[in-house]
């Protein structure tokens, strides 16, 4: 008990100078106070995280305070991101960090919340009436967490004004594709200067040539998964087929390696790579990357990395592995975090939900963090003083 409430006093410290980066945004104390008893409710082991119970939770006499703060009152939601994702590189920065972009869906019922419709959600492995999140996530060796978000509106949105402006979306926000905003996710994390090495998405984005050149003209090192059609530059074609390019490779050119831990233990395949461009500068390289199920052999999956030319196999692998972690950063954050917990229908609120949810998830990051560094520091051998 006593272990419990020590943890509980650490986590509402910990929430608290979150809130202390962001406090400065909001003009007045209501929705000050509200937006920190908001993050506390949505990590507290609560079964539901709506209005109410989050309410009861700071001890409301009912939702009224929250729901203004998260749909009426006014306050810059990407300003307080900013002071977010500000917090995870203090706490978390690492030049070798990698950028993971990925959606992830939200089911909802109706027609009336922003960005809603009958469309594929790869969280529910089918088409289903959802919202869909794209998602931007820092992921280094001492921890992993969610630093940018934007809610995707269909054309069935964007196309019709005026239910847009119903549900809150200012005629200033137009259609763009998902790899339109993941792009410019990546951009801004450049312009902050936000410390990695790595950027690395599934096909959905890889497939992007465009996307990749932008990367590439900007120096920026990235592992993109793509499809077995996707096509590169080698000395024979300049439209060759990705998947063409490694049957009659030596038996010898794979490798048996673990790509990282997943949800069902260490995710093993044989991997292989062929180097593509060749006559790009002499310090950068691309390869095409095969990853080969080894039960199933005939099951192949390719990967296009630009990098330094050192780069080794086990590099882009772990590389390819991490995108993983974005998946990690979905679980945990609807979880313990109430992400996918929310009763707002406009687009501000959505952000706003979205942004205080994931400043909760990167203050259990940090904490954890802490944790792993304090247990390596006293199982470490002390250092000679000699």
């Given at each position: 008990m006593g272990g419990d409430l020590a943890d509980v006093r650490l986590w509402a410290g910990e929430l608290e100078a979150v809130h202390e980066r962001f406090v400065h945004r909001f003009n007045r104390e209501e929705p000050r106070q509200?937006?920190?008893?908001?993050?506390?409710?949505?990590?507290?082991?609560?079964?539901?995280?709506n209005?109410?119970?989050?309410?009861?939770?700071?001890?409301?006499?009912?939702?009224?305070?929250?729901?203004?703060?998260?749909?009426?009152?006014e306050w810059d939601t990407d300003e307080v991101l900013d002071d977010v994702r500000r917090y995870v590189v203090d706490n978390l920065g690492d030049q070798d960090a990698v950028l993971i972009i990925d959606d992830t869906g939200f089911l909802k019922k109706g027609t009336r919340s922003a960005g809603v419709q009958r469309q594929y959600s790869g969280?529910?492995?089918?088409?289903?009436?959802?919202?869909?999140?794209?998602?931007?996530?820092y992921a280094t060796d001492r921890g992993r967490t969610l630093i940018?978000?934007?809610?995707?509106?269909?054309?069935?949105?964007?196309?019709?004004?005026?239910?847009?402006?119903?549900?809150?979306?200012?005629?200033?926000?137009?259609?763009?594709?998902?790899?339109?905003?993941?792009?410019?996710m990546i951009r801004r994390a450049i312009a902050e200067k936000i410390p990695f090495r790595w950027v690395t998405a599934d096909a959905a984005y890889g497939f992007s040539k465009g996307w990749r050149f932008e990367l590439e003209q900007a120096d920026v090192f990235h592992v993109m998964a793509t499809t077995r059609h996707d096509t590169v530059v080698t000395r024979f074609a300049l439209d060759h087929p990705v998947h063409e390019l490694f049957p009659g490779l030596p038996r010898q050119k794979w490798k048996r390696?673990?790509?990282?831990?997943?949800?069902?233990?260490?995710?093993?395949?044989?991997?292989?790579?062929?180097?593509?461009?060749?006559?790009?500068?002499?310090?950068?390289?691309?390869w095409v990357l095969a990853r080969r199920s080894v039960s199933r052999p005939e099951e192949i999956s390719y990967y296009i990395a630009y990098c330094p030319a050192g780069t080794t196999l086990?590099?882009?692998?772990?590389?390819?592995?991490?995108?993983?972690?974005?998946?990690?950063?979905?679980?945990?954050?609807?979880?313990?975090?109430?992400?996918?917990?929310?009763q707002v229908?406009?687009?501000?609120?959505?952000?706003?939900?979205m942004t205080?949810?994931?400043?909760?998830?990167?203050?259990?990051?940090?904490?954890r963090a802490r944790q792993l560094d304090a247990e390596k520091a006293e199982t470490d051998p002390p250092r000679s003083s000699t």
């Open positions: 509200s937006a920190l008893a908001y993050m506390r409710g949505l990590i507290a082991p609560l079964q539901r995280k209005g109410w119970t989050l309410a009861e939770e700071a001890g409301h006499a009912g939702p009224d305070r929250i729901q203004r703060m998260l749909n009426r009152i969280t529910a492995g089918r088409t289903e009436n959802s919202q869909i999140g794209v998602f931007l996530a940018d978000r934007r809610l995707y509106l269909p054309t069935s949105w964007t196309d019709d004004r005026e239910r847009c402006r119903q549900a809150g979306i200012g005629d200033e926000v137009g259609f763009a594709t998902k790899v339109a905003i993941a792009k410019a390696r673990s790509c990282g831990e997943g949800a069902h233990g260490r995710r093993i395949y044989d991997w292989a790579r062929v180097e593509v461009r060749p006559w790009h500068r002499p310090d950068r390289r691309h086990d590099q882009l692998i772990r590389i390819a592995g991490s995108r993983w972690a974005i998946e990690e950063c979905f679980q945990t954050a609807k979880q313990e975090c109430g992400l996918d917990d929310y229908r406009r687009y501000p609120g959505w952000h706003r939900h205080l949810a994931m400043a909760a998830h990167a203050c259990l990051t940090v904490l």
